[in-house]
């Protein structure tokens, strides 16, 4: 009797399973990274709503030490119209951190930076703006935290450009602009 060895060719990969295997665990890590991405923008858009009611809280704390109001250097009526003089002397007093020398406008937490003044924005009103919000981002944060819309309420948009405007409402399209805290 004669023996036949039979040699079977076997084809080397993967099968179905081990890619479907591999597909699940790199769409895993994939949703993991962008839910984290996520987290950190809303940490900063959180971080933004603490620095305009920052600069809200140390302007009442100064108002309340002082017994004036920080910028308020013209008219004295009670509207910030001088915005160095305002970061000048909340620095002074130590509400604010910076050098107490500099009348330059701080940073906000999105890179940005926040301005002050009155009337512009809203007529008789004091405000603090922080520049190069995105107009959904801002509508985002009106909504969480105020009346959802950009030209009521004490969280307004005040459009784009290089200096706040009048209250507008949120554009349809992404828009770069001036976020405010009107107090």
């Not at 004295?76 to 001088?82: F, K, L, Q, T």
């Not at 160095?84 to 940005?112: C, M, N, T, V, Y």
């Not at 703006?129 to 948009?157: H, M, P, T």
Request: aromatic share 8%; net charge negative.
């Amino acid at each position: 009797m004669k023996m036949v060895l039979v040699v079977r060719n076997r084809q080397r990969g993967f099968t179905l399973i081990e890619i479907a295997i591999v597909l699940v665990i790199v769409g895993l890590l994939i949703g993991g990274a962008l839910k984290g991405q996520e987290m950190l923008q809303n940490a900063k858009l959180k971080s933004l709503i603490q620095d305009l009611d920052g600069v809200t809280a140390a302007h009442y704390a100064y108002q309340e030490r002082m017994g004036v109001m920080a910028g308020d250097v013209t008219n004295v009526n009670g509207m910030i119209d001088d915005e160095a003089a305002f970061w000048i002397a909340q620095r002074e007093q130590g509400f604010l951190k910076g050098d107490p020398a500099s009348g330059a406008s701080p940073l906000h937490s999105l890179g940005g930076v926040l301005e002050v003044g009155s009337g512009t924005v809203a007529a008789g009103r004091n405000w603090v703006c922080a520049s190069l919000i995105d107009s959904g981002q801002a509508e985002g944060l009106d909504r969480r935290y105020d009346d959802g819309k950009g030209n009521s309420g004490f969280l307004v948009w005040a459009g784009g450009g290089d200096n706040p405007a009048a209250m507008a409402d949120y554009p349809d399209n992404d828009v770069v602009g001036f976020f405010c805290k009107l107090f």
